[in-house]
Every structure is written in structure tokens, then in C-alpha cells.
């Protein structure tokens, strides 16, 4: 049995983070263009809260917030480990840390196949956001997840 952690992200896991990006079979074909010349630099990591799921040495999953506005910005899962949970795992740690952060909601501007994802984590559908060409040619779903500040006990 494979054992998972998530832990901030450091500057020494932007290439990695990096190559998981580019590796999605998810935005391949159409939505390819997105991340041409896309990287997850150093700066970035150090400038957003940003985790990585890990499995052994491997990175499985990662995701990164902004924090104001409050948004998801990247949230991406290896394809060898699609269906193992990790995708909800991460949503869940994020909202953790969101309300730790005391944002109430948190945007979601989402890949298009990835919306049905987001709505079974909870997220609500708001609105869509027209192509913006020539990177974006195609409409993304809007969503918002409603941040729940755990109980004080």
C-alpha cells in the first residue's frame, strides 16, 4: 500500500511541480496551448500557499491558492494516480488551509473536463468565462467553494 503526505511546497519542487503540469493528459490536444511556456517557478511557490502531495519521493499532486482575491489557481493530480483519491484529499486540505486563512469562499476558474470534479467536492457552479485567444479559445466553468470554519471545541 502506497502511503501519501502533503506538505508546503518549496522552491527545490518547482521543476517537479513543473513537469507534472505539462505531463496531464488533460491538457493535451485542444487545450495544449494553456501551458505552452508554463512554469512554476520559485518565486511562485514562495509567494502562494502551495502544497505538494507526495508518494515516496514522487509528486502526485499539487495544488496553489491566491489569496486575494481568494482562488484556486492550479490544482493538478499525476495521471498514474487519477482515481486514487488524491484529488478530493487535496481539495479538503485546501479548504482547510483557506479557513485557516480566513477566506469564506474560494474562486475556481476550472479546466473544463475538471468541472464535474469540482461540483462533487462541493464547489457550485457561478458563471463561465469566455475564451480569451489566442492561449484560450474555449469557455471555462466558474465555480465557488463555500469555505466552512471548523468548529471551535
Known sequence: MTSYRISRASASDAVRITALVHESAAYQGEYASILEDYRVTEDYLATHPAFVAHAQRDVVG??????????LDLLFVADSAQGTGIGAWLVEHMLG???????????????????????????????????????????????????KRPPRG
Open 62 to 71: 499539487f495544488y496553489s491558492l491566491i489569496e486575494y482575491p481568494a482562488e
Open 97 to 147: 488551509q483557506a479557513a485557516d486563512l480566513g477566506m469564506t469562499e474560494i474562486r475556481v476558474v476550472s479546466h473544463p473536463p475538471a468541472a464535474g470534479f469540482y461540483e462533487r467536492m462541493g464547489a457550485r457552479r457561478v458563471g463561465v468565462i469566455p475564451p480569451s485567444p489566442p492561449k484560450v479559445t474555449w469557455e471555462r466553468p466558474e465555480l465557488v467553494f463555500d469555505v
